[in-house]
C-alpha cells in the first residue's frame, strides 16, 4: 500500500483533520488525485438522504472534508465498521474481536483503484478500533502503510504518549506534528524539544500554535448539547463562540470583566437582567440563562437588536458551564470558517514538502 498514509494520534481531538485538509489541499494543487476516507466511522449522524445520495458508511468528517476540497464522490472511501455502543457489544457476547473482515474489506476497496494517493485518518486514540481490528497500529500494520501522529502538546510530559505510539507503530511511524502548542512556547520547543525529539527518532513536521478558533464551536451545538430553547435570533446559530464567561458577579465588575473577553457565551441566571443587558453590549455571542423565569421583553428586543441569540435551559448555572467547557476542543471540524483557518496553520506551520519527501511523493 504504498500509496497509502494514515494519520492519527494519542488522543481524540488533537487536530487529524486539520492537517489532513492542510496535506490534502496541497497535494490537489500539484495535480495529485486524492482519495480520502476513515476506515472506521465515528459520526454517520448525517444521512445519504440529507447528502445527495453519499453512501452510507461515509463518515461526517469525510463528507466535510470532501464537501471542502471538491473532492469527487467516488474518491472518497467509506467507512468499513461504524464504532457504536451497540455494534460494541455484539462483537463482544459474539466474541468477534479483532477480527480481520474490516481490514480485508479495507484492503479490498484500495485494490480497486491504483490511482491516486489515499489518506487515511485513524480512530481517536491508539486502541480505538482495535475490537474491529481497525485501530492505528493494526491497520499500520496490516496495510504497511505509513503514519504522521498529530498530538497536542502541554508541556514536556507530553512526549510520553509520542514515545508509547512510537514503540506500538515502529518504522511505521515517519514523524509527528506537534499542536496546540502555546504560542509563547513556540520558539522554545523548535529550538529545545524539536533536536531532542528527534534524537529520539521521532521527526517533527510542525509546531502549530494552539487556536481559539479551531477550539471554538457553534451556539448551535451549545443549543443541542444544552437541549436549550431558542428565544430569538435562531437565524443566527452559526456564530462561533470562542470563550466562555458567568455572569455572577456585580454589573459593574461584569462589564469591566466582559471587555476583556471575545467571542463569549454568558451563562448567567434568568434574574439577572443588569448582567444580561451589560454582556449585550460585549462580545457576546449568545446569552444562556438558567433557572426559574423569563427574560423580560426589554432584554429580548435588545437581543434581536444586536443579533445575539438567546438561549434559555432548565439545568442549573453549574451544570450548564461544565456541559459548555467540554464542547471547546471537543467538536468536529465541520466550519468553512475553521477550514479556512486550518489550511493557513498548516501552511505556517508544517513542513508539508518535507511530509511529501518522506512519503516519497514527489510533484
Not at 531532542?196 to 457553534?218: A, D, N
Request: charged share 20%.
Amino acid at each position: 500500500m504504498s500509496n497509502t498514509f494514515l494519520i492519527g494520534s494519542c488522543e481524540p481531538y488533537s487536530g487529524k483533520s486539520a492537517l489532513i485538509l492542510g496535506i490534502a489541499k496541497k497535494l490537489m494543487a500539484t495535480n495529485h488525485l486524492v482519495r480520502f476516507g476513515k476506515p472506521l466511522a465515528t459520526s454517520l449522524e448525517l444521512n445519504a438522504a440529507e447528502n445527495g445520495g453519499l453512501p452510507e458508511m461515509i463518515d461526517d468528517d469525510v463528507r466535510f472534508v470532501g464537501e471542502t476540497l471538491k473532492i469527487p464522490l467516488e474518491n472518497l472511501i467509506p467507512s468499513v465498521e461504524f464504532s457504536a455502543s451497540y455494534n460494541a457489544n455484539k462483537r463482544i457476547h459474539n466474541n468477534i474481536v479483532d477480527s480481520k473482515n474490516g481490514l480485508n474489506s479495507l484492503k479490498a476497496c484500495l485494490d480497486s483503484s491504483d490511482n491516486g494517493i489515499n489518506i487515511l485518518e485513524a480512530a481517536g486514540s491508539m486502541h480505538e478500533g482495535i475490537l474491529y481490528g481497525l485501530s492505528l497500529c493494526q491497520l499500520a500494520k496490516g496495510l504497511d502503510a505509513k503514519v504522521i501522529l498529530v498530538h497536542s502538546w502541554e508541556d514536556p510530559r507530553s512526549v510520553e504518549a509520542l514515545l508509547a505510539a512510537q514503540n506500538q507503530l515502529g518504522d511505521n511511524l515517519i514523524g509527528v506534528v506537534l499542536n496546540a502548542v502555546n504560542p509563547e512556547q513556540i520558539k522554545n520547543i523548535k529550538e529545545e524539544i524539536v533536536p531532542s525529539l528527534s534524537s529520539m527518532g521521532l521527526e517533527v513536521f510542525g509546531v502549530m500554535p494552539r487556536s481559539p478558533l479551531l477550539r471554538s464551536v457553534t451556539v448551535k451545538e451549545l443549543v443541542r448539547r444544552l437541549e436549550a430553547r431558542v428565544i430569538c435570533c435562531s437565524d443566527k446559530l452559526d456564530l462561533m463562540v470562542e470563550t466562555l464567561s458567568i455572569g455572577a458577579m456585580s454589573v459593574n465588575s461584569a462589564m469591566e470583566f466582559f471587555r476583556k473577553r471575545r467571542n463569549m457565551a454568558v451563562v448567567t441566571g434568568a434574574d439577572r437582567t443588569d448582567i444580561q443587558l451589560a454582556a449585550l453590549e460585549a462580545s457576546t455571542q449568545c446569552l444562556i440563562l438558567t433557572g426559574a423565569g423569563e427574560p423580560l421583553p426589554q432584554l429580548i428586543n435588545r437581543s434581536e437588536e444586536l443579533d445575539v441569540p438567546l438561549l434559555k435551559v432548565d439545568r442549573d448555572t453549574l451544570s450548564s458551564v461544565e456541559v459548555i467547557e467540554q464542547a471547546f476542543g471537543h467538536v468536529r471540524l465541520h466550519e468553512s470558517v475553521k477550514a479556512s483557518y486550518a489550511f493557513r496553520l498548516v501552511q505556517e506551520h508544517c513542513d508539508v514538502d518535507r511530509i511529501f519527501r518522506t512519503l516519497g511523493i514527489f510533484s
